[in-house]
């Protein structure tokens, strides 16, 4: 469990700025970027891959299958669909976005492919 601790406090930042209302998130200069909020799902969902990864190298002794990978993958991706359907049902003043989904599906991913890169560069897989 401590080797996830990491990625358990990232979640916890997801659920917590995904249950904000959208009046209560700061206006400024930064946020009128056109598509900065899905420049932001993506980097959310991109650490928490890194994360969970890394704490499962840990957990693992520098070993991850492929499973594992596809693991992880399929968990950050409910993840993300569940924080949607939150907001969606349950969180007042917020809104469900399909294309927030294929934002934290393109960070999972590419967040797989990161860490699988630099492991390979590393030698640790």
């Not at 406090?9 to 997801?14: A, E």
């Not at 959208?22 to 946020?31: A, E, Q, R």
């Not at 993506?42 to 693991?71: A, H, M």
């Not at 976005?97 to 934002?103: I, S």
Request: proline share 3%; no cysteine.
């Amino acid at each position: 469990m401590k080797s996830f601790l990491p990625a358990i406090i990232w979640g916890i930042f997801i659920f917590i700025m995904s249950s904000f209302p959208g009046d209560d998130i700061p206006k400024s200069f930064i946020l009128k970027i056109p598509f900065l909020d899905k420049f932001i799902h993506f980097f959310l969902y991109f650490l928490l891959v890194i994360l969970i990864l890394f704490g499962s190298l840990r957990k693992s002794k520098n070993t991850i299958t492929i499973r594992k990978f596809l693991f992880v993958f399929f968990i950050s991706l409910l993840y993300g669909i569940l924080m949607e359907g939150l907001q969606y049902f349950v969180f007042i003043m917020r809104s469900a976005d399909l294309v927030d989904v294929v934002a934290n599906a393109a960070g999972s991913f590419i967040g797989l492919l990161t860490f699988y890169y630099i492991m390979r560069k590393n030698g640790i897989m």
